[in-house]
Every structure is written in structure tokens, then in C-alpha cells.
């Protein structure tokens, strides 16, 4: 015999759907910040709701209002020292890391790259130095394109930007 199918209710908000249920609001919340779809704008769909908590019984440890408010707090403090630092000019800006990261790491390391065909071709093949040399270049040309000059600024499209 076939199970009856058994619709279970939507409610408009989580605080009426913790009043009925009595499923705690942190919980709630909890499942609506893990992504459980049963959540559309304030609304509960409590059959939803119930499968993606008991299919996800490791994302659903419920918190009480005191670990909650903890979380909070301590994650508004990693904001504003992070907020804090760029104030401070201690964080770097990652175009900016980028072009300090060419000119002092990958320029001068292709530099030397470069100069290898012509240190290296008589020690490797004294007999055919100039063979060792195109052989050299080439690699050189391979290695080079792995390690590629960082392109003019990427012009970034912005809403007063007008395309014709």
C-alpha cells in the first residue's frame, strides 16, 4: 500500500514558523545562511526545510542566541581590522602586488633566462656551440611563455564608460 503524500505548511516568516513548529529562530537562521532552499524571502517552507536538515545534519549544529551573538562579534571585528588595515595602507592592492611582483621577481628571473643560451651552448656541445644555442632558444622561448609580461591595464568598464 502506498504512502499518503502529506503537504506540509508554508509559513510567512521564521518567527511564526518557530511559534507553530517550535524550531528554534537560530536554527532558522542558521539553515538559511547555509543555502537550505526552503527559505524565499521571509517565507518557511517547512517540508523543505526539514529534508535539507536532516540531509544535513554537519551544516546544522544549532547554536543558542550566546554563540550566535559571539559569532557576530567576532566576525565584525575581523571587518573592521580589515577596514582598519587598508586605512593603514597595510593591505596591497592585488594590480598593485602584481606589478611589483613583475618588476621584482618574473622580469629580472626572464632576464636571466634569456642570457642562458649564450652561457650555456659552448659548455653544453663545444664542438657545436651554435647548434646548442638554437636548441637553448627554444626552451628559452617556451619557459618565456609561461612567464608572460603583465598586459597594459585592463581598462575596466564603469557606468559612465559610453560604448559606441
Not at 508554508?10 to 518567527?15: E, G, K, P, V, W
Not at 540531509?55 to 565584525?76: F, P
Request: charged share 35%; hydrophobic share 35%; proline share 7%.
Amino acid at each position: 500500500m502506498a504512502r499518503p503524500k502529506v503537504t506540509l505548511p508554508c509559513y510567512d516568516s521564521m518567527q511564526e514558523c518557530s511559534h507553530r513548529t517550535g524550531i528554534p529562530v537560530p536554527a532558522l537562521r542558521k539553515a538559511k545562511r547555509s543555502g537550505c532552499p526552503a527559505f524565499t524571502g521571509s517565507r518557511v517552507d517547512l517540508g523543505q526545510f526539514l529534508k535539507w536538515w536532516f540531509d544535513n545534519e554537519e551544516k546544522t549544529a544549532v547554536i543558542d542566541k550566546h554563540q550566535e551573538d559571539a559569532l557576530l562579534t567576532r566576525e565584525r571585528r575581523e571587518f573592521l581590522a580589515l577596514e582598519k588595515a587598508k586605512l593603514n595602507d597595510s593591505l596591497v592592492d592585488v594590480s598593485e602586488f602584481e606589478d611589483r611582483f613583475w618588476s621584482d621577481v618574473l622580469a629580472p628571473l626572464r632576464a636571466e633566462i634569456e642570457r642562458l643560451p649564450g652561457q650555456l651552448a659552448p659548455l653544453l656541445r663545444p664542438s657545436d656551440p651554435d647548434g646548442a644555442r638554437i636548441m637553448l632558444r627554444e626552451a628559452v622561448e617556451r619557459i618565456k611563455k609561461n612567464i608572460k609580461e603583465p598586459n597594459a591595464k585592463k581598462k575596466r568598464d564603469t557606468p559612465n564608460d559610453v560604448k559606441e
